[in-house]
């Protein structure tokens, strides 16, 4: 038995927090220092929204330890280099078993990438595009059940990053980048990790 919230479990270190990252180590430390901070780096941003792209049907933990690889095949998601990739990388990365070989799922990468550089003609940056969609007063999720799939900002960014030319960036895929990108906190109210706690 649990005295905490649905939604909330205690590590084996004490600590409370969200009950998605289980005892994994690899999800504890996401959980802890990536997930739900703001991010305003555009490569980060970029890249953050390939890799949920590549996660459509996966898990994130799936993704997650297979970054490092597609981090080196994709040239550090330098939107140049990326941009620049022709056929042969796109037979090149469908034969590295380190990655997820999906060809529309490589293709949408590179798509991006092409679609980013337009974008930041036109806007100055993805961080100052993607911004605009934090939601002013974010609900404040106290249990599991206050977490939600998507969001009204969610499925207009998803509009408007489809309009520009990105692929693979459904609402719910929106809202899963807008949650790792800090755009809302939805760590759960008694969660080590959410900052700063509600009053």
Not at 32 to 52: A, F, I, N, S, Y
Request: net charge negative.
């Amino acid at each position: 038995m649990t005295d905490l919230p649905d939604g909330l479990t205690r590590g084996t270190d004490g600590l409370v927090r969200c009950w998605w990252p289980a005892e994994d180590p690899d999800y504890l430390t996401y959980h802890d220092t990536e997930w739900g901070q703001p991010v305003h780096d555009d490569r980060r941003l970029l890249e953050k929204l390939c890799l949920e792209g590549f996660q459509a049907g996966l898990s994130w933990l799936t993704i997650l330890r297979k970054r490092p690889a597609f981090r080196e095949v994709f040239a550090g998601f330098d939107p140049e280099v990326v941009a620049a990739y022709g056929p042969g990388d796109v037979e090149r990365l469908l034969a590295d078993a380190r990655i997820i070989r999906h060809r529309g799922k490589i293709e949408a990468t590179i798509t991006n990438a092409r679609a980013y550089l337009d974008l930041v003609a036109d806007e100055g940056s993805l961080d100052a595009f993607v911004w605009r969609y934090a939601p002013e007063a974010p609900p404040i999720p106290r249990s599991l059940a206050d977490v939600r799939a998507t969001s009204p900002e969610a499925t207009a960014l998803s509009r408007d990053l489809k309009r520009r030319g990105f692929r693979f960036v459904g609402p719910t895929t929106a809202y899963a980048f807008s949650q790792a990108m800090g755009l809302v906190d939805d760590h759960l109210v008694g969660c080590a990790s959410r900052t700063p706690s509600p009053r």
